[in-house]
């Protein structure tokens, strides 16, 4: 996203970014990330010479997320200790404490000609682990009863509803989509 990093629309670029990592299933990182994407563009508004255009990427992976803010500025940014009655040079700090890792590197081409500082934060794994073996079901008792679609007066008797192991309010229904069909046998 292209976006002029002036303190008035850092609150619109917030809810922006909030919106896209709960989208992405990413809720649990929104503080964490909220606030190191406002100290990045606090820094580009501060440090960044001749112009406060950036573009903000954000890059969702199964066990990360990273955050990056381009701008035209190749001064690369330096981290500092600040003065206990200092009131700002702590953005850096704040951004080093709370990601898994982060940097900066000069780019001489591509999104904006400059430099890119990112940070990423270590996520529990947002996409479904094709390894992992689903969970043992069991089947109910009782058949469940549909109308054929042919034939709507007709009634089948199809394959039991399922339950995964264990939770008898989590019913699995074998006619969802995506999902292997009910064997239907007419009902007599």
Same mark, same amino acid.
Request: proline share 11%; glycine share 4%.
């Given at each position: 996203?292209?976006?002029?990093?002036?303190?008035?629309?850092?609150?619109?670029?917030? $809810?922006?970014?909030?919106?896209?990592?709960?989208?992405?299933?990413?809720?649990?990182?929104?503080?964490?990330?909220?606030?190191?994407?406002?100290?990045?563009?606090?820094?580009?508004?501060?440090?960044?010479?001749?112009?406060?255009?950036?573009?903000?990427?954000?890059?969702?992976?199964?066990?990360?997320?990273?955050?990056?803010?381009?701008?035209? *500025?190749?001064?690369?940014?330096?981290?500092?200790?600040?003065?206990?009655?200092?009131?700002?040079?702590?953005?850096?700090?704040?951004?080093?404490?709370?990601?898994?890792?982060?940097?900066?590197?000069?780019?001489?081409?591509?999104?904006?000609?400059?430099?890119?500082?990112?940070?990423?934060?270590?996520?529990?794994?947002?996409?479904?682990?094709?390894?992992?073996?689903? $969970?043992? $079901?069991?089947?109910?008792?009782?058949?469940?009863?549909?109308? *054929?679609?042919?034939?709507?007066?007709?009634?089948?008797?199809?394959?039991?509803?399922?339950?995964?192991?264990?939770?008898?309010?989590?019913?699995? *229904?074998?006619?969802?989509?995506?999902?292997?069909?009910?064997?239907?046998?007419?009902?007599?």
């Amino acid at each position: 996203m292209r976006l002029a990093a002036v303190p008035s629309r850092f609150e619109t670029v917030r $809810r922006i970014t909030s919106a896209h990592l709960r989208y992405w299933k990413c809720a649990p990182l929104v503080d964490s990330a909220l606030l190191g994407l406002t100290e990045l563009l606090a820094n580009v508004h501060q440090h960044a010479a001749g112009s406060e255009e950036c573009v903000l990427e954000l890059r969702a992976a199964p066990d990360c997320l990273t955050i990056s803010v381009h701008d035209a *500025d190749p001064t690369l940014p330096v981290a500092r200790e600040a003065d206990v009655w200092e009131v700002s040079g702590r953005g850096l700090a704040i951004v080093a404490a709370l990601s898994k890792e982060w940097g900066a590197v000069v780019e001489p081409e591509g999104l904006l000609a400059g430099k890119v500082v990112w940070f990423s934060l270590a996520a529990d794994p947002v996409l479904p682990d094709p390894l992992r073996a689903p $969970r043992a $079901r069991r089947a109910l008792a009782h058949p469940r009863l549909t109308v *054929d679609p042919l034939r709507p007066s007709a009634p089948l008797r199809t394959a039991p509803l399922v339950l995964p192991s264990g939770d008898e309010d989590d019913w699995y *229904d074998p006619a969802l989509p995506g999902r292997a069909q009910p064997v239907a046998v007419p009902h007599r």
